[in-house]
């Protein structure tokens, strides 16, 4: 019988047990270095509203954290509505807060008001020291797993001791895959947030990793961060650099022009945290250059007859850091690495557009020098289609507008992948060598075309942008205007993205089987963890490799000075350790899809994927389930 729906059936969540119950919703659950963020990020609000100027972040040998700053202090007085204290509300409560309004900050990270109560909740232990400006007292406070086991506290300060909070955690390893940092990508953090905010010292102390302590103090140069960076040849030599600080919003940005080979940094920002996915800003930022380059062309009559730019043709070279500001920012999630304050898209456009459109004006040299670039690329573009087109006898193919295409167009060199994801696709956009690699991203899985014939699959979007991609038809034996002499799938090293990769698999056995039989065919492995063991870092595909790493290390994964990080997926790895890993041809792992004798492959994937094979499959799980690795 059906059991009974009603009332007394709903849960009501109190506190932060939406945390606990739901904590991938708030946070990576792969290491704690998010939780470490939030709390960086809330001393860097009050270095933003003027009252901090040093942050010392240290990591314990006993897997804790602290961070401390010399700001104002948490509140400790009693909150008018809760009579609790100040400290304790926020502590206690998600979406509780100083900085809904703009009262005591007016730009400010920590918006959600769900961020140091997010930490408190996934931490095995957490400690608070208070120390209030003009307050004679230093104030105390401990939890356990979430819940208060020392309520606040004061004793007499000692004379030496300066304002501020100090919040030491211990993450709660039944909500991680590893209570080991990231130490690089928290460094590079911190070495970011010490340019973009002015005469903020941030200091590392690491007891556990070994990389020692480190100082990190600048005047706010974002022009020498971003050709620090830079290992290439550049325009122009002094970079495009500009402010606008109105009372709303506040942006600054330094911008340089790589050749076409090289792969351009690009960075962005909202109130110091770094916005990986753009957004808002990024797009206004991009707007307004392109539209400045066109008008700037079109009045100085650059561009050849007929010749229009495209976005891309004045953007794909483009390397960039930009720091945002403004008061209530929208992003999408608490992870925040998305801006979505659309409501501001016009006027910063415009803004933008005008400022460059000046800087052009006044290095008209410089000016004509990137339109030279962006006309290249056009006509780059241009002949690469012409080529296409002559190949497929004339007629005009277009392409998927979600293909990001290589420029050469020999099959010895060119290389397709197919990337799960936007998220993934868009960092091995950045990841590739545009010179011989595409990149194609799918939008989730796709169709089980393994019983279905070559020109029913036709009608699938995704089969069809991948076979137009490739210039083969599904069940055609012509493979004469192939554009790609390797087409890799890449999918994530989990369980989902075995099951697309299979898929895939499946796709090309079918109705492309001519590529497979001519070597065409390639499966990437990305790695499934980074192990980071005495200043060197290894990437294994498996746990399997991971283990025999460690075996030949002779050492485990609670050994000092190891760090082990999984991956939850592509989108997950930054641009470099993409490119490092799975698509750099000197250290990638690909396998080359071929064909065994017999039925074999048959038989597999019916097995795997026959609706016809549906009993079978279900008594083999049966029988076998247990030697899957669940993620």
């Known amino acids: 019988m059906k059991k009974k ?37 809330n001393s860097v609000d009050e270095a933003i509203s003027g009252f901090c100027n040093e942050i010392i972040i240290t990591f314990h040998d006993d897997n804790s954290i602290s961070v401390e700053d010399n700001g104002r202090g948490m509140p400790v007085d009693l909150h008018p509505e809760h009579k609790k204290p100040g400290v304790e ?70 004379t030496n001791k300066k304002h501020g909070t100090t919040v030491t955690f211990k993450a709660n390893s039944k909500f991680f895959d590893s209570l080991d940092l990231n130490v690089k990508d928290i460094l590079r953090l911190v070495k970011a947030k010490s340019i973009l905010q002015p005469k903020l010292r941030l200091k590392v102390i690491d007891e556990k990793y070994g990389t020692g302590s480190q100082d990190f103090f600048h005047e706010g140069n974002l022009q020498d961060y971003l050709v620090e960076a830079t290992n290439d040849e550049y325009i122009p030599r002094e970079t495009y650099h500009g402010k606008i600080d109105l009372n709303d919003y506040a942006i600054e940005w330094s911008t340089i022009w790589l050749n076409e080979s090289s792969e351009p940094m690009q960075e962005s920002y909202v109130n110091l945290i770094p916005t990986v996915f753009g957004g808002t800003h990024v797009n206004a930022f991009r707007s307004g250059m392109i539209e400045a380059m066109r008008e700037f062309c079109v009045r100085r009559n650059l561009l050849p007859k007929n010749l229009k730019l495209s976005p891309e043709d004045i953007w794909k070279n483009v390397s960039f850091i930009l720091s945002f500001k403004m008061s209530n920012p929208q992003f999408s999630g608490q992870t925040k690495g998305k801006l979505q304050s659309n409501n501001i898209l016009s006027s910063l456009t415009s803004q933008l557009k005008d400022k460059f459109e000046l800087w052009l004006n006044k290095h008209s040299e410089t000016g004509d020098l990137i339109a030279t670039i962006a006309i290249k690329n056009a006509q780059n573009r241009i002949a690469s289609s012409n080529i296409d087109s002559k190949k497929n006898n004339n007629k005009s193919i277009l392409l998927p507008s979600r293909l990001s295409d290589c420029t050469l167009k020999d099959i010895k060199v060119t290389e ?35 019983e279905l014939t070559s020109e029913k699959i036709k009608e699938s979007k995704e089969v069809k942008d991948i076979a137009t991609s490739i210039g083969v038809d599904p069940g055609s034996n012509d493979i004469s205007k192939l554009r ?72 485990n994964e609670d050994s000092n000075g190891v760090s082990i990080t999984r991956f939850k997926g592509l989108g997950e790895m930054n641009p470099s350790q993409l490119r490092e890993t799975t698509l750099s041809k000197k250290s990638r792992k690909l396998i080359e899809l071929t064909l065994s004798s017999g039925n074999k492959d048959k038989t597999l994937m019916d097995m795997l994927l026959s609706k016809k094979k549906s009993p079978d499959r279900k008594v083999w799980l049966e029988k076998k389930g247990d030697l899957a690795q669940v993620d």
């Open 5 to 41: 729906y009603t009332s007394s059936d709903i849960e009501v969540l109190k506190g932060i047990e939406p945390v606990q119950k739901r904590p991938g919703m708030y946070t990576d659950t792969t290491n704690p270095n998010h939780l470490v963020q939030e709390l960086i990020d």
């Open 89 to 158: 509300v926020i502590m206690t409560n998600l979406h509780s807060g100083a900085k809904f309004s703009e009262k005591n900050y007016k730009f400010s990270g920590g918006l959600h008001g769900v961020g140091v109560s997010v930490v408190n909740a996934l931490s095995e232990s957490l400690e608070l020291k208070i120390i209030r400006d003009k307050d004679s007292k230093e104030y105390s406070m401990s939890f356990v797993n979430g819940n208060m086991s020392q309520k606040l506290t004061s004793k007499k300060k000692s």
């Open 416 to 450: 397709l992948f197919l990337v799960e994801g936007d998220s993934a696709g868009g960092s091995a956009k950045q990841a590739r060598d545009r010179s011989c690699q595409a990149i194609l991203p799918l939008r989730g899985k796709i169709l089980n075309t393994w």
């Open 484 to 555: 790609y002499g390797k087409i890799c799938v890449l999918a994530d090293a989990d369980s989902d993205g075995l099951h697309i990769a299979t898929l895939l698999t499946a796709l090309f056995y079918q109705h492309f089987r001519p590529l497979i039989e001519a070597g065409h065919i390639y499966i990437a492995k990305p790695p499934l963890f980074r192990i980071d063991y005495k200043k060197t870092t290894y990437y294994v595909v498996d746990e399997n490799e991971k283990d025999n790493l460690l075996k030949k290390l002779k050492i």
